[in-house]
Nanobody, 122 residues
Framework: QGQLRESGGGSVQSGDSLKLSCATS????????MAWFRQAPGKDRKFVAA????????YYADFVKGRFTISKDNAKNTLYLQMNSLKSEDSAVYYC???????????????WGTGTQVIVSA
């Protein structure tokens, strides 16, 4: 629980990389299940990746497996999403979210950032 703030979005070309960051309140990463979601215009918000409280287990949507990596640095209170080999279909607003239990359902998440936009051009 607390403030979440995404950063690192931008406009890139297909095949490029971006690293998103989510700044969290102190103690958030050691207390909550964290996830990244994305939402393209006119589309539903979709699960992208998640990491558990221990940091030992990561989960990915099929469409990002092998390209995206979720990680966190508890000391820096920051959640990350490394995005490689970006495709035009990755274009969306990316959100980080926190919840008290493991889930991929966006409606279950307790706290959300306001998002950072990623635009990938061919």
């Amino acid at each position: 629980q607390g403030q979440l703030r995404e950063s690192g979005g931008g406009s890139v070309q297909s095949g490029d990389s971006l690293k998103l960051s989510c700044a969290t309140s102190e103690g958030t990463l050691s207390s909550y299940f964290m996830a990244w979601f994305r939402q393209a215009p006119g589309k539903d918000r979709k699960f992208v990746a998640a990491v558990d409280i221990t940091g030992d287990n990561a989960y990915y949507a099929d469409f990002v497996k092998g390209r995206f990596t979720i990680s966190k640095d508890n000391a820096k209170n920051t959640l990350y999403l490394q995005m490689n080999s970006l495709k035009s279909e990755d274009s969306a607003v990316y959100y980080c979210a926190a919840n008290q239990w493991a889930t991929v359902q966006p409606t279950s998440f307790r706290s959300w950032g306001t998002g950072t936009q990623v635009i990938v051009s061919a």
